[in-house]
C-alpha cells in the first residue's frame, strides 16, 4: 500500500522552530513533487513549500525566509523545518506528492496526501 506518513508538529510559542517529516512508503517508482500544504480553520488549504525532483523549491511568499524544505531520497523523504514561527503558521500541515506508484495491481500517476499533522503557534 502506497502512503505518506507524516511526523513532527505540536505546539510551540511564537518565535519556536518545528520541523515535518513526510516518509513516502510502497512501490514507488518516481516522485515528481513532494511538499506540503496546509489549511486553518474556516480557509482553503494552500500551497506552502514544495520540491521536485530536480531540487527546485517553491514556497508561499509568507514562509519565505522562515521555512525551509530537504530531502533524503535514499529513504524517499521529505523535510519542513520551520523557524521563526507565527500565530498566523496554525494549521494542519498536508505532506502531498505527485508520484508513479503502483497501489493495486497497476501502476498510475496520482496524487498522495499524508494524515494530517496539527502546528499550532501560540503563547
Same mark, same amino acid.
Given at each position: 500500500?502506497?502512503?505518506?506518513?507524516?511526523?513532527?508538529?505540536?505546539?510551540?510559542?511564537?518565535?519556536?522552530?518545528?520541523?515535518?517529516?513526510?516518509?513516502?512508503?510502497?512501490?514507488?517508482?518516481?516522485?515528481?513533487?513532494?511538499?506540503?500544504?496546509?489549511?486553518?480553520?474556516?480557509?482553503?488549504?494552500?500551497?506552502?513549500a514544495t *520540491?521536485?525532483?530536480?531540487?527546485?523549491?517553491? %514556497?508561499?511568499?509568507?514562509?519565505?525566509?522562515?521555512?525551509?524544505?530537504?530531502?533524503?531520497?535514499?529513504k524517499n523523504?521529505?523535510?519542513?523545518? *520551520?523557524?521563526?514561527?507565527?500565530?498566523?503558521?496554525?494549521?494542519? %500541515? %498536508?505532506? %502531498?506528492?505527485?508520484?508513479?506508484?503502483?497501489?493495486?495491481?497497476?501502476?498510475?500517476?496520482?496524487?498522495?496526501?499524508?494524515?494530517?499533522?496539527?502546528?499550532?503557534?501560540?503563547?
Open positions: 500500500q502506497v502512503q505518506l506518513v507524516e511526523s513532527g508538529g505540536g505546539l510551540v510559542q511564537p518565535g519556536g522552530s518545528l520541523r515535518l517529516s513526510c516518509a513516502a512508503s510502497g512501490s514507488i517508482f518516481s516522485i515528481s513533487t513532494m511538499g506540503w500544504y496546509r489549511q486553518a480553520p474556516g480557509k482553503e488549504r494552500e500551497l506552502v *520540491m521536485t525532483s530536480g531540487g527546485t523549491t517553491n %514556497y508561499v511568499d509568507s514562509v519565505k525566509g522562515r521555512f525551509t524544505i530537504s530531502r533524503d531520497n535514499a523523504t521529505r523535510y519542513l523545518q *520551520m523557524n521563526s514561527l507565527k500565530p498566523e503558521d496554525t494549521a494542519v %500541515y %498536508y505532506c %502531498y506528492a505527485d508520484m508513479v506508484a503502483r497501489d493495486g495491481s497497476s501502476w498510475s500517476r496520482r496524487d498522495y496526501w499524508g494524515q494530517g499533522a496539527q502546528v499550532t503557534v501560540s503563547s
